[in-house]
């Protein structure tokens, strides 16, 4: 489960940091806005980590971009790091064309580490497909957003306790993330450290997981993301034994929805859905659902 809790001054590793032989890679890349349109301007990889061509389905004026790690999953000793700019106006979408495997880690934990910056009116959609935990991974991801003036931001990021598509139980690993988010003046606007333990107590416990599998938080920040637009998508949010989800609205016009999920499949749509509806408001652009969830 997400857990509200301050920022240890070296981050949720700290007290076990994840090192060893394995794949370190590294992508960076810029965009632009030019003429009337948001280019891929920048590119750099090292290591297993790239993107392929970037995509206009919506026309030139936003940039669909599909991140890829060739591996197929990240495994132990594997350091990936991913840095996004997004220059002054541009709008960027950026998807994975699957699931994040985090596989078995016997020797050594796994990290990836997710950097994204925008400009002034940036826009940004961040959208990859779930995490999913396997049997005996350690895994610790770590993403940072800063805002710049005027920037709007829509994304979410989803775990999967295990392989339920092979009947596996999560029953030992370790999950770590850690979420910043910070606005144009540089000041955090929100954080949120997790360190759950496959035996722990929060898996069970009716205030935190309370036996499901998956959770998610979908985060939008933006002048539309008021506490006024939480009590309309409030009443509409499904609270059943196989799917719960709720809405709050922080300060600095931060919107989170949390959801819980006992299969990845309804948990994935309800975040689309809440997207599709999210983007119009907090971009001032349609909500059309991206091609590659469709294959």
């Known amino acids: 489960m997400h857990n509200d809790l301050p920022e240890s001054p070296a ?13 370190c890679a590294h992508l960076q890349l810029d965009y632009e806005r030019r003429d009337a349109g948001t280019v891929l301007a920048r590119r750099h990889h090292s290591g297993p980590l790239v993107v392929q061509k ?3 389905p919506e026309g030139p004026g936003i940039c669909h971009t599909v991140i890829v790690h060739p591996p197929g999953g990240i495994a132990g000793g594997d350091d990936l790091r991913l840095d996004i700019g997004l220059g002054a106006g541009t709008h960027a979408v950026f998807a994975t064309p699957g699931a ?9 934990g796994a990290c990836q580490t997710i950097q994204l910056t925008l400009g002034a009116q940036a826009r940004l959609d961040w959208l990859p497909l779930e995490n999913i935990v396997f049997e005996a991974a350690r895994a610790e991801q770590r993403i940072e957003v800063t805002l710049g003036a005027g920037a709007t931001a829509i994304g979410w990021d989803a775990v999967l306790l295990g392989r339920q598509a092979s009947g596996e139980r999560w029953t030992s690993g370790q999950w770590r993330s850690l979420m910043r988010l910070h606005d144009a003046r540089g000041e955090l606007l929100w954080v949120e450290q997790t360190v759950l333990d496959a035996a722990d107590a929060l898996r069970t416990s009716p205030a935190a997981l309370d036996g499901f599998a998956v959770f998610a938080t979908l985060w939008a920040v933006g002048p539309a993301c008021t506490a006024e637009l939480a009590e309309t998508m409030a009443p509409a949010l499904p609270y059943g034994p196989d799917l719960r989800a709720g809405v709050t609205c922080l300060p600095g016009n931060l919107l989170l929805l949390r959801v819980l999920g006992q299969r990845m499949e309804a948990v994935r749509q309800l975040l689309i859905e809440q997207w599709l509806r999210l983007r119009p408001l907090v971009h001032g652009t349609p909500g059309v659902p991206l091609r590659l969830w469709a294959t």
């Open 11 to 23: 981050g949720p590793s700290a007290a076990e940091p994840f090192a060893g032989p394995g794949w």
């Open 100 to 108: 994040t495997k985090w596989y078995k880690t016997p020797h050594a």
């Open 54 to 56: 970037a995509l206009y």
